[in-house]
Structure formats: structure tokens, C-alpha cells
């Protein structure tokens, strides 16, 4: 077994293969972590769930090492470029254009688009009693009416809310094979 110096030593990180297999991990998938003790100070070892049982826990006895259980956790999505941000900014202004009691959301989204130079104003316009920004798409001949709002008339933190809700980009489908169901340990084991 570990002592307790061997404790204070840094456990190496996970790898990204499966000792036994060589094959790479998958986001999602279980694995077994083996740590033992070396001359050195203390080595690690990951298998799949698959190569544990055939070869991971025998070794473990083995070597007089720990294990512990996890789970590959799901790749982190790509941060998006600032092109993107601006053509997202520029979708989502469309879509609260084309929805009533949204003026709010999409004035104040239209100037930040205006500061991106990827809206230009062209001119106002006053229609019912209410004045009309006409602004012009970069690149395009496209011109989108938005309402003038009070900046000072608005809950702002609300607005931020939910522009910031809708600017993130649509999440890919996922899908789910199987179901969880919780033990009385607090660890959800597969279920049929």
C-alpha cells in the first residue's frame, strides 16, 4: 500500500489513453485510475472500464496500488472568434426585430453593433409619433428599422440578461443513450 510521504507527492494527471488498449478516451466515458508507489515516488496508470476488468484489477493487486473510478468529462467548446460574436449579434438582432415587446433588447443590441461598424446608421425617421433609427447592414444594401429607446427608461440589467441569453450560440443535440439512477451511495450507476 501507499505510505504517507507517498501522499505529499503530485499524483500525475489523467492520461489520454488507455494503458492497457492504447486507445484514446472518449468524453463521457468511464475509466480506472491506478496509482502506485515507485523508487521514484508514485505512478499512475488509467484503463477503460473494459480493460480494468481484464487487466487493471489484477495489476492493482499487484502492485499494491489505489484506484479510483471516473469519468472523462465532455470537451469544452471552442471559445467563439469575434467574427462569430458579431454574426450571432447581427442573427439575434434580426430574430427580436421580428418579435413584438423586444424594442428594448433590440436597440441596445443595435449599438453595439454600431460600434462594430457592422451596423451603420443611416438615418431617422419619425412614424406615429415614434422615432425610427434606419440602419444599413456593412457590405449590404440591407437596411433594418429599430425603435429609439430611452437608454434611462429601461431595467438594463434585465436587458443584459436576456441579450446575453440569447447570444450564445445554439448548443449542438445531444443524445442520450440509456438513464441514470441515482444508489443509496450518491453514485448514479447505468440503468436499463
Known sequence: MLNTHTIKQSIPKRSHYCFQTKQAFEP???????????????????????????????RCEELEGVYW????????????TPEEKEKRAMEVLKELLAQEGTES???VLSLYLRRRKKLLFKREKTKDGRLWHLCQISGTKQTLPILQIELTGIEIERV?????????????ESVSVGCQEPTDTGIAKEGG
Open 69 to 80: 473510478k471516473g469519468e472523462v468529462p465532455p470537451r469544452k467548446p471552442k471559445p467563439q
Open 160 to 172: 443584459q440578461a436576456e441579450i446575453a441569453d440569447r447570444l450564445r450560440p445554439p448548443e449542438e
Open 28 to 58: 463521457g466515458s468511464e475509466y480506472f485510475s491506478l496509482v502506485y508507489e515507485t523508487p521514484e515516488g508514485c505512478d499512475r496508470e488509467d484503463y477503460s472500464a473494459a480493460a480494468w476488468e481484464t487487466h487493471g484489477k489484477q
Open 105 to 107: 433588447e433590440a436597440f
